[in-house]
């Protein structure tokens, strides 16, 4: 590794990003200099895996940064998308020519770490990169100048500066630093812990702190300041603000017993995206539960929303559902209307976008989520008859409620829950009728009960390692499924059969089951296509999956939807696992 390290290329001259900070370290004022707190919070919660230390640790940085620091911070916490400003390719590009470092090292390095950022950061000492000044910037300078102006320049000059930046940061701060510039910037804390945390702050409640939250944050000092100002109040939100979504946690049947059925709402559980249709202040908004605008993708419920009254705003499901159909399409017709920033006619003709509306949560501008869902629902079926009678046909046929269904004794639950399929529905919903509308997942008022996943045996064929900390492991698994090397030859006897792939899943396996496999692999490999290796086909696994349906896009001919690992089973041979004709057999269902 030395003797590799020797040949990196000539020292660098001085770079424009480092000359021109202006001062040293030492001239800056502690609180100019929290770039180290934020790296430091970040180790800190990348090792932490206890939810009230991680709480703790948010709050004491958030109450501690410079606003315009703590913003930028939120953001990156938050997980909002960020543009990639240089690829990791780049990034690898650049330490390999400064390094000397053959490719194939590098890649060796890169598998057992599973990450080019940190890789490149543990490079750094071969390198040998001449020594710099301390570079110690405010987070949001990085990220409001320094980050962009690196990415803007080009060639030569910005492999000098790049270079120039790992030199003038510890370790730790490269590997931020790399993820920050190539936009893979994540660490595991969700939303709500990082909300918990700014109540914490602001002393104001979770829910408030969420509902200010939703609909985009501006990383800016003074939006910060806002967000826990105790006195700000709605009147200063944006009108396009959605409300924090109600989530529903998985049925635990014994907490039901005590209850009388009359007291709950069940409804089916679409298989759409959630989403919240806004009328305020004559403009309307289609948000996703993932805070994403997209009334581009579906501009006839922005059409649906403009029959709206003034001041409304629904919660329900966005689906396919032809307006003569007696259910909705599958989940694969709605993946052709996301992400588009245009819709042809052809396409909506196809996939026509319905809004099933199960929530009302403001009414005439008034907040509804504090009134009991019983009086919530019969203002929505109300709102929806007024809006209906005066309404075009494309309108009415673009708005649906979703039905209570009949619940006489928790006797019935299964086998209603067992007609989801059929109504091309994932399971049941239910709701106490006298809940509020509240924020996040609060257990006991509103549970899903989801139809038990559809299942195939399935047998091993190709393998990847993972990442992060299972890079060293094949944790990606390819699975095929046994079909005829000639359909039109299938009722014959002799007709040979072969495995085609079908689908791929990576989560399921504990620890052990992952290490286990993985020796396996490692002794079975037959081929190996650079970073995945064909294996023996011997191994059979049994997959669930939500749904399945016809994809010319897959050499099996069917597509499945959120395929998992549900057992490994080690007590059948290859030549059991299930055929290709018994997946087709599922379509009817899925």
Not at 47 to 72: C, H, I, M, N
Not at 382 to 388: E, F, G, I, Y
Not at 486 to 501: F, G, I, K, W, Y
Not at 584 to 589: H, I, K, M, S, V
Request: proline content about 6%; aromatic content about 8%; some cysteine.
């Amino acid at each position: 590794m030395e003797q590799l390290a020797r040949q990196r290329t000539p020292p660098h001259t001085a770079s424009p990003l480092i000359a021109t900070t202006g001062a040293g370290p030492e001239a800056l004022p502690n609180h100019s200099r929290p770039v180290h707190a934020f790296c430091d919070l970040f180790e800190c919660l990348d090792r932490s895996s206890g939810t009230k230390a991680r709480v703790v640790a948010l709050a004491a940085y958030f109450s501690e940064a410079p606003a315009a620091d703590a913003a930028w911070a939120l953001q990156l916490l938050l997980g909002k998308r960020r543009r990639r400003l240089l690829t990791g390719r780049r990034l690898r590009e650049v330490c390999l020519g400064a390094a000397g470092l053959p490719e194939w090292l590098f890649d060796v390095c890169h598998a057992q770490v599973g990450d080019s950022a940190e890789t490149i950061a543990l490079l750094l000492p071969e390198l040998n990169l001449p020594a710099q000044e301390p570079l110690d910037l405010p987070l949001h300078q990085w990220m409001a100048e320094r980050l962009p102006a690196l990415a803007a320049l080009e060639g030569e000059a910005q492999a000098q500066a790049l270079l120039q930046i790992w030199a003038s940061l510890p370790p730790s701060q490269v590997f931020v630093f790399n993820k920050l510039l190539s936009g893979g910037f994540r660490v595991g804390v969700s939303t709500g812990l990082v909300t918990r945390a700014l109540a914490v702050v602001s002393q104001l409640e979770e829910a408030e702190v969420a509902h200010r939250l939703m609909g985009g944050f501006e990383p800016s000092g003074a939006a910060f300041t806002a967000l826990l100002c105790p006195t700000a109040g709605n009147e200063a939100a944006p009108i396009s603000r959605p409300y924090p979504f109600f989530l529903a946690s998985p049925l635990e049947p014994e907490r039901l017993q005590a209850d009388d059925p009359a007291q709950w709402r069940a409804e089916w559980k679409w298989d759409g995206i959630r989403g919240q249709l806004i009328r305020r202040a004559g403009t309307t908004f289609l948000w996703s539960r993932g805070e994403d605008l997209v009334n581009d993708s579906f501009p006839e419920l922005v059409a649906l929303g403009d029959a709206l009254p003034d001041g409304t705003v629904l919660d329900g499901e966005v689906i396919v559902w032809p307006a003569a159909a007696e259910r909705p399409l599958g989940f694969a017709a709605l993946q052709r209307r996301l992400g588009r920033r245009s819709v042809s006619r052809a396409l909506r003709e196809a996939c026509p976008a319905a809004f099933v509306a199960y929530d009302l949560l403001e009414e005439g501008g008034r907040d509804q989520r504090l009134q009991p869902l019983a009086a919530r629902l019969q203002a929505l079926g109300q709102l929806s008859a007024a809006v209906r009678e005066g309404a075009a046909d494309a309108i009415k046929g673009s708005l649906r409620l979703s039905a209570g269904l009949p619940l006489q004794s928790w006797e019935a639950l299964e086998p209603l829950r067992s007609q989801a399929r059929q109504a091309g529905a994932e399971g049941l919903m239910l709701k106490r009728l006298d809940s509020p509308y509240l924020a996040g997942r609060k257990r006991g008022h509103w549970w899903k009960h989801k139809l038990e996943p559809m299942e195939l045996d399935a047998v091993l064929l190709y393998a990847q390692a993972g990442s992060g900390r299972r890079a060293n492991l094949f944790t990606d698994y390819t699975f095929g499924l046994w079909a005829t090397a000639d359909p039109q030859t299938a009722a014959a006897e002799s007709s040979p059969r072969q495995l085609v792939s079908f689908a791929k899943a990576y989560s399921g396996l504990d620890d052990a089951e992952i290490t286990a496999l993985d020796r396996w692999i490692r002794r079975h490999t037959t081929e190996r296509f650079g970073p995945v290796r064909a294996v023996e086909p011997l191994q059979v696994f049994t997959l669930g999956f939500e749904g399945i349906q016809r994809s010319s896009r897959h050499r099996s001919g069917v597509a499945v939807r959120f395929p998992r690992i549900l057992r490994w089973r080690q007590d059948k041979h290859a030549a059991e696992a299930d055929t290709l004709a018994a997946a087709e057999a599922l379509l009817e269902d899925g």
